[in-house]
């Protein structure tokens, strides 16, 4: 008996699929829904991802500075944060905020990324916008450095 029953349902189930007629439990839900304009899927980008992707702009900026700011100095902790570089000090404070905060569904990941990759390529652009905040950060000299590398100021021609 339990089979015939479960072969009804299907069968049924079939014919609404080849009929294109939602689902019962879908076709349920008659609340109010706005009108979407053609083409629009009423999908937004969920906080979790645009806070990520702060998180992740922030991270490797803060890593920058830290690796340019510890370059040079006499203590052995500061030393090996100077010499492994932005991107292994990124990577550690990924790994703890990843961890420690749970960072670590699709939404998180992906902004995390697309936040890293946004500071990565945009650094030089900010610091074209905002010279007096770089100059803070870093030094005048790393600030031209980083401006003529990306193409941003033409370097100086020095003459004999």
Not at 34 to 40: E, I, M, N, V, Y
Request: glycine share 10%; proline share 6%.
């Amino acid at each position: 008996m339990e089979e015939s029953y479960q072969k009804q349902q299907f069968e049924a189930r079939l014919e609404r699929i080849r009929t294109r007629e939602p689902e019962p439990h879908v076709a349920a839900n008659t609340g109010s829904q706005t009108k979407l304009p053609s083409g629009a899927t009423g999908r937004s980008l969920p906080f979790a991802c645009i806070l990520a992707f702060v998180t992740g702009l922030l991270v490797l900026l803060a890593a920058n500075v830290i690796s340019f700011q510890t370059q040079g100095e006499t203590s052995f902790f500061l030393k090996i944060l100077g010499s492994v570089g932005p991107f292994a000090i990124a990577g550690g404070l990924l790994f703890v905020i990843m961890i420690g905060l749970g960072m670590r569904d699709k939404p998180h990941v992906i902004g995390l990324a697309a936040g890293l990759i946004a500071t990565y390529l945009g650094e030089a652009y900010l610091a074209w916008l905002l010279p007096d905040l770089w100059m803070a950060l870093y030094s005048p000299e790393h600030l031209d450095y980083m401006l003529i590398q990306a193409g941003l100021r033409t370097p100086p021609i020095v003459s004999y």
